[in-house]
């Protein structure tokens, strides 16, 4: 796990896969600082499989504050996306921004055009340990948005690097909502894809404001160099294996 800021109310980090967001991060970071009873506040998360960025609270009032931050910038998707419309105090644009790169199965096609949002109603079965698509809204269901633009596709058409900006945070959002439209992200075996390995789902980018000093902080990691996200050609064995298999 690399730390990559830190100071008295926040600690920015890239979070290897094999850690869950919620457990295993603070407890990391507890056993570095030598404290194990500091505070760590999560504000957002991560799938365990998934490496990327991550913010956490060094205090109760900076865990607030960017808690703050994710809710306003929630209502802002909503009402940019049409979900919602403007109401008082709702902010223009988001501020707390979440952004992807994933290496996802085939290329363009009409259920998955270069580029879009992707909008779909999803259940969370918790006895399954899956999300579920399902066609309208019921209980436990909860409409989950995306925009998406596919950057490059390999010349084999067999996988896409697409670059994903979550509206909603929802549970395997981004996994249901492309393997939903028979293009399971590289790895996913639990979403169709029959490659088994580490998800090539990575949060890229993130931008907040600091809970104290109200600066606009950005922060990137480069596209991982190994396999797949160089998107070269792959043998015809290894091709058939990246396909996934149809929703139930």
């Known amino acids: 796990m690399k730390i990559l800021y830190e100071d008295d109310t926040v ?7 094999g850690l ?23 504000i957002h998360r991560l799938d365990t499989g998934v490496t990327g960025l991550m913010v956490y609270a060094k205090t109760p009032g900076a865990a607030a504050a960017l808690t703050r931050q994710v809710t306003e910038s929630q209502q802002a998707y909503a009402v940019l ?13 988001p501020c707390f921004i979440k952004k992807y790169r994933a290496v996802i199965a085939g290329g363009p096609d009409k259920r998955l055009p270069d580029e879009g949002i992707l909008r779909d109603y999803l ?32 010349p084999d058409n067999s996988l896409s690097l697409v670059e994903v900006t979550l509206h909603t945070g929802r549970t395997h959002q981004i996994r249901v909502q492309f393997a939903f439209r028979k ?12 490659f088994k390995g580490n998800i090539a789902l990575q949060s ?5 404001l600091h809970p104290v000093t109200g600066e606009k902080m950005r922060f990137q990691l480069e ?8 998107l070269t050609p792959q043998s015809p064995a290894v091709t058939a294996s990246l396909l996934g298999e149809p929703l139930a």
Do not use: C, M
Request: glycine fraction near 12%.
């Open 11 to 17: 600690v920015v980090l890239d979070k290897p896969a």
């Open 20 to 42: 869950t967001s919620e457990e295993g991060v603070p407890a990391a970071l507890r056993q570095q600082w030598g404290k194990p009873d500091a505070y760590v506040g999560v």
């Open 81 to 93: 996306d049409g979900r919602a419309e403007p109401g008082p105090g709702t902010p223009e644009q």
């Open 123 to 154: 259940f969370k079965d918790s006895r399954k340990g899956r999300v579920f698509p399902v066609k309208r809204p019921r209980k436990g269901v909860r409409e989950a948005v995306l925009e998406y633009h596919i950057v490059q596709t390999a």
């Open 183 to 194: 293009h399971p992200l590289y790895g996913d075996g639990k979403y169709g894809s029959r």
């Open 204 to 208: 890229a980018r993130l931008q907040f």
């Open 223 to 230: 596209k991982p160099v190994r396999e797949p996200w160089d």
